[in-house]
Each structure stands twice: as structure tokens, then as C-alpha cells.
């Protein structure tokens, strides 16, 4: 069974696929956008992009710090230059240049990592980007963004364009449910209630959303009320959703698909421990590497799915 699958959601694209779309659809409205990417265009889907607009796009090669500092050097020049790769690729190999080349001066580069999470599957732990929404947020400025779906990943992808400042948009391979519809609201930084409930509130993002409707169904099942908030701006964090829920439910509980620490999970127990100290509780990748194996089956055995979500909400008092 699929994430959403219980919550009768339908299968649409995955983020990766939606944002390439969108990023083409995006070409003319945004003349000075430009692709720089580490030879995956045809996995990030900026090619896409490229076939549109071949003297827009730039491919460096498998060199991801130069990628990121070429990204640095074309918004110096005035351009929106949206660099792409792998999660892990991109945070993790070129931390440094992104640092100093995009953070430090408060470029306009917009920074996509594609394949973000466990769900990449058989591709295994070298190639799952797990810690690059830390890395992210640990950067001053830098606004950090993790998708549910197709539509609040096109939207997603345009308002990244609109921002000025540096972005990072984190977006998986699978494909995943549909949790919005085509025009519906997105803002950066105001979280979007996608389920309302009145005796805890489930805050997710990315994939992780789709399985907080499926526990919330399952809660409702027991006679639990469950809000499920798609928090998909991580920084700058809605503290007002978060505070409206926890002083509307009493008790709050985190999931994503990521480490435990340094993630959505650690900026909402912050945010929580300084508005509303209530009890939480928290779903994640934990403190460990993956390994290689069936998507589905990985979600299953590191404990992302609904019946982990429907446990921890029993767990919180």
C-alpha cells in the first residue's frame, strides 16, 4: 500500500517531475533564469529546461563544487541561476562553495536537490541526501522548502523564482499522492492545513504528508481527531501554525523523511519548547544510514509510514 493510498489520494508525479515541468512552463515569464547542473539533467530534470531553452542551461560536469560556483558567479551577473543535482550531491559535496559562493554574500542562486530521502531506494546510502536539510537550514538567509507533491511543487518552483535570496527546494524521485489541486494556495514560510482535527496535529512534509492522512484516517477510525499541517516551508518556519496548534490540540507529533536531528522535527521542537510547551513526539529516518533496497520496503523497515505516525501519536500523552 502506497502513502496516501488509505486517504483515497491518487498517485501523481513525482516532485523531480513536476518541478522540471513547471521550471520549462516558468521559461518566458523569467527571462534571466539559467540551469547549471553536474551532468543528471535527465534526472534532476532540468533537461527538460535545456530542450526549451539550450542557450539557458549550463552542464559543468560531475563537479559539483565548480557547478555551484559558476551558479554564484551567473547571479553576480544578474541572472536566476537554478543549480540542480542529487540531494546528497549537492549539500554534502559542495557545503563549502555553497557556503561562501551563495550563503555568505546572499546570492540569488536557487538550489534543487533531487532524490532527497530513503525513497530513492536501490541507488543506497551513498546517494540519499538525509542530512541536507540541516545542512540547509544551517545556513543564514537561505530559505529551505520540501514539497508534498506535484502541484505544491510547481507552485513551489515559482515562488523560489519570485524570492530574492538564496533557495533550497528539496524533491524525491518517487512518484506520490496528490495532496493539493492545481491553483491551490502556497505561500513560502505559511504552512498549509490539510486536514483539520482537534486532539493532536500530525506536522509533516514531502512524502511523509501523504502518510500523516493515512494516520490520521486510521486515528479517526479510534475516535481521534487529528489536524495534519504540510509544513513544506522549513525556514523561515510557520511558528503561528504551530503555535495556533498546539494550544487548539495539546499535542503535537513531527514526521519526515530525514535524520532526527537538524531537520523540520528540530525546528518545530524549538519552536514549541519557546510558544507552548505541549508533548511531542517525532517520526523520522533516525540516528542511522539506510541501505539499498525496495523504496517501499525501506519506508517500512526505518519506520516511515502510517502505523509508525499512529504510534507515536498513542505514545504522546
Do not use: W
Not at 516511515?304 to 501519536?313: F, M, P
Amino acid at each position: 500500500m502506497y502513502l496516501g493510498e488509505l486517504s483515497g489520494l491518487k498517485i501523481g508525479q513525482a516532485t523531480r517531475d513536476a518541478f522540471g515541468d513547471a521550471l520549462k512552463d516558468l521559461g518566458d515569464q523569467f527571462s534571466t533564469v539559467v540551469t547549471v547542473d553536474g551532468d543528471v539533467g535527465n534526472s534532476t530534470r532540468t533537461e527538460v529546461f535545456a530542450k526549451a531553452y539550450p542557450e539557458r542551461a549550463f552542464n559543468v560536469g560531475i563537479a559539483e563544487s565548480n557547478m555551484v560556483s559558476v551558479a554564484g558567479g551567473l547571479a553576480s551577473t544578474g541572472h536566476i541561476p537554478v543549480v540542480a543535482s542529487f540531494a546528497a550531491f549537492l549539500m554534502c559535496n559542495a557545503y563549502d562553495q555553497i557556503r561562501m559562493s551563495i550563503a555568505f554574500p546572499s546570492m540569488n542562486v536557487k538550489m534543487v536537490g533531487t532524490h532527497a530521502g530513503i525513497s530513492i531506494g536501490e541507488d543506497g546510502p551513498s546517494q540519499m541526501g538525509i542530512e541536507d536539510v540541516s545542512l540547509a537550514c544551517s545556513l543564514p538567509g537561505v530559505v529551505v522548502m520540501v514539497t508534498a507533491d506535484a502541484f505544491s511543487t510547481k507552485a513551489a518552483t515559482k515562488a523560489m523564482l519570485e524570492h530574492e535570496g538564496p533557495v533550497y527546494l528539496r524533491l524525491g524521485r518517487p512518484n506520490v499522492s496528490e495532496i493539493y489541486k492545481d491553483g491551490d494556495s502556497f505561500e513560502i514560510g505559511k504552512a498549509n492545513t490539510v486536514r483539520e482535527g482537534d486532539d493532536v496535529t500530525i506536522i509533516a512534509n514531502g512524502l511523509m504528508v501523504a502518510g500523516a492522512m493515512d494516520a490520521a484516517t486510521k486515528l479517526a477510525e479510534e475516535g481521534v481527531s487529528a489536524r495534519v499541517i504540510d509544513m513544506h516551508t522549513i525556514k523561515p518556519l510557520d511558528t503561528d501554525a504551530i503555535a495556533k496548534a498546539a494550544r487548539e490540540t495539546g499535542r503535537i507529533v513531527v514526521a519526515e523523511e530525514h535524520l532526527a536531528h537538524g531537520g523540520l522535527g528540530s525546528a518545530v521542537a524549538m519552536a514549541v519548547s519557546q510558544i507552548d510547551p505541549v508533548p511531542m513526539a517525532f517520526v523520522n529516518v533516525g540516528d542511522c544510514f539506510a541501505e539499498s533496497g525496495d523504496p517501499q520496503g525501506l519506508l517500512d523497515k526505518y519506520g516511515l509510514t502510517a502505523d509508525a505516525i499512529v504510534e507515536a501519536v498513542k505514545k504522546v500523552k
